[in-house]
């Protein structure tokens, strides 16, 4: 709930709720992340939360300007390696058993790496080294409602609120994003199915993103007797990916889930989720 809404996490049925996700990206990047959730006293003081984002950006061939014939000159894979990480604190509470709030703070670091720039004099031409890196802290807020029409729930998200930062000259923020959505379990208009048994939730999701443009996602989940889960979505106005399936196994405080999406020429995103409970 910590990387989507922060106010779900006031709805973890449980004590404590680990989970472990790495996610294949495009052009070799790796994404490692994990939240840690902490209900005590049954939620009387509400849900903590933790979460860890690493990225691996993969191995770069760096080079420079050079008077040879191809005009640069290698200097190796190691010389500066890309990264960005991100550690953040989340609180959350269900302020009446409808209405739950939570949000995020969190701080978020990057680093692009090095560059060699020539400064000339009139005598000499000097190699300046420059280092890329950046930090900022960010907050994400989110509520969820219960709307009291059978199953339905509204919800509504701000993420990556930020100052401006800026590596050389240009200054931005990061990428702000603002959702709003609905959930249900579509079951309810068919009461010959039982709960116990059959869930099928599907959601609506209307994304306005600040860096590029608004899009709808569309999302169903069926699950049958709490133990397995078959999900499908669909993302309209996104032209390098749209489609995405996956499944899930639960059973005693575990769960297994993976997730794939074809991703235009870049080829599949494959997404790999491990999940522990108390």
Not at 162 to 176: G, T
Not at 230 to 242: A, D, K, Q, S
């Given at each position: 709930a910590l990387f989507y809404n922060p106010a779900g996490m006031a709805r973890v049925p449980t004590f404590l709720d680990l989970s472990l996700n790495k996610m294949k990206w495009i052009a070799d990047i790796d994404y490692v992340s994990g939240t840690l959730s902490l209900r005590p006293a049954e939620g009387r003081y509400g849900v903590f939360g933790l979460s860890l984002l690493n990225v691996d950006y993969g191995e770069f061939l760096w080079t420079r300007v050079a008077p040879t014939e191809q005009g640069y000159e290698d200097i190796g894979a190691d010389w500066a390696m890309p990264s960005a990480w991100m550690i953040g604190f989340g609180y959350a509470k269900e302020l009446t058993d409808r209405f739950a709030v939570g949000g995020q703070v969190k701080y978020v670091y990057q680093r692009l790496g090095k560059s060699l720039v020539p400064i000339y004099t009139e005598t000499d031409t000097l190699i300046q080294e420059n280092d890329y890196d950046l930090s900022v802290f960010a907050f994400d807020f989110g509520t969820q409602y219960k709307t009291g029409f059978k199953s339905l729930v509204f919800g509504m998200t701000v993420r990556n609120l930020?100052?401006?930062?800026?590596?050389?000259?240009?200054?931005?923020?990061?990428?702000?994003v603002f959702k709003i959505g609905l959930s249900m379990n579509a079951l309810d208009f068919f009461p010959s199915f039982s709960a116990d048994v059959h869930k099928l939730f599907v959601s609506f999701d209307a994304v306005h993103p600040r860096s590029y443009p608004e899009y709808v996602s569309y999302g169903a989940e069926y699950i049958f007797m709490d133990r397995i889960a078959?999900?499908?979505?669909?993302?309209?106005?996104?032209?390098?990916?749209?489609f995405t399936a996956g499944f899930g196994i639960r059973s005693f405080g575990f769960a297994l889930d993976y997730s794939y999406m074809p991703f235009d020429v870049f080829g599949n995103i494959n997404r790999f989720t491990v999940r522990f409970s108390l």
């Open positions: 930020s100052r401006e930062i800026k590596y050389e000259k240009e200054s931005f923020q990061l990428p702000l078959l999900r499908v979505g669909y993302l309209l106005n996104r032209e390098e990916y749209n």
